[in-house]
């Protein structure tokens, strides 16, 4: 299973984006999807995840702003991102597994390549 992530840019504080993240490949039935991301010098942390029937997760530093969906039948997962922050700045990375429920980094199986957000003040 192959993960892609786009949707990453600059944008000024108070704004919004979009990450998409795609996952193609063999055909397995992905139970969980998540964005993860990782600011510089500290550790990845969970953001968001979705099971297959549409319940939702998320940090407490993203709710209230931060939005993610899924569409199974694309097997896409979105993040939508609004009131962004400076400490919102990260790589943004997808990931998936096609068992479980947890959304612990070492619990994924499937991981993106990323995708950088900058939030400029």
């Known amino acids: 299973v192959q993960l892609q992530a786009s949707g990453g840019g600059l944008v000024q504080a108070g704004g919004s984006l979009t990450l998409s993240c795609a996952a193609s490949?063999?055909?397995?039935?992905?139970?969980?999807m998540a964005w993860f991301r990782q600011a510089l010098g500290k550790e990845r942390e969970f953001v968001a995840g979705?099971?297959?029937?549409?319940?939702?997760s998320s940090s407490d530093s993203v709710k209230g702003r931060f939005t993610i969906s899924r569409a199974n039948a694309k097997n896409t997962v979105y993040l939508q991102m609004n009131s962004l922050k400076p400490e919102d700045t990260a790589v943004y990375y997808c990931?998936?597994?096609?068992?479980?429920?947890?959304?612990?980094?070492?619990?994924?199986?499937?991981w993106g390549k990323g995708t950088l957000v900058t939030v400029s003040s």
């Open positions: 990931a998936a597994r096609p068992y479980g429920s947890s959304c612990r980094v070492r619990d994924m199986d499937y």
């Open positions: 490949g063999r055909r397995v039935s992905i139970s969980k």
């Open positions: 979705v099971s297959r029937n549409g319940d939702t």
